[in-house]
């Protein structure tokens, strides 16, 4: 079992940045690759990045890619995922998951993660 807990969430200024990290605790495999998703009011949640827990294969969403960076430091068995140039519509609950099936690839579907962190909310103010 795998435990998530995400952190660095909070209200933003449009053009700013933020740092979301999301600390696994439990059985962690090299095999693994985590995700983050997004869940904005009356949405549905959505795909913003995963990385492989080696950290070797990364994939963003367009709408994030080139100003989001998604990052692993195993050492501390942590995920990051750093936002620059926010906009008003990154407004949501953001989650991280775990794919333990993974073995090098990188979904995109909720569905096929397993473990899911509370989620940390992100407001940005424009």
């Known amino acids: 079992q795998v435990q998530l807990v995400e952190s660095g969430g909070g209200l933003g200024q449009a053009g700013g940045s933020l740092r979301l990290s999301c600390a696994a605790s439990g059985r962690v495999s090299s095999s693994y690759a985590m995700g983050w998703f997004r869940q904005a009011p009356r949405k549905e949640r959505e795909f913003v990045a995963a990385?492989?827990?080696?950290?070797?294969?990364?994939h963003y969403t367009n709408f994030v890619e080139g100003r989001s960076t998604i990052s692993t430091e195993n050492a501390k068995n942590t995920v990051y995922l750093q936002m620059n140039s926010l906009k008003a519509e990154d407004t949501a609950v953001y989650y991280c998951?775990?794919?333990?099936?993974?073995?090098?690839?990188?979904?995109?579907?909720?569905?096929?993660?397993?473990?899911w962190g509370q989620g940390t909310q992100v407001t940005v103010s424009s």
């Open positions: 998951a775990v794919d333990r099936r993974s073995f090098g690839r990188l979904s995109v579907d909720p569905a096929r993660y397993d473990y």
């Open positions: 990385i492989s827990w080696s950290g070797s294969a990364k």
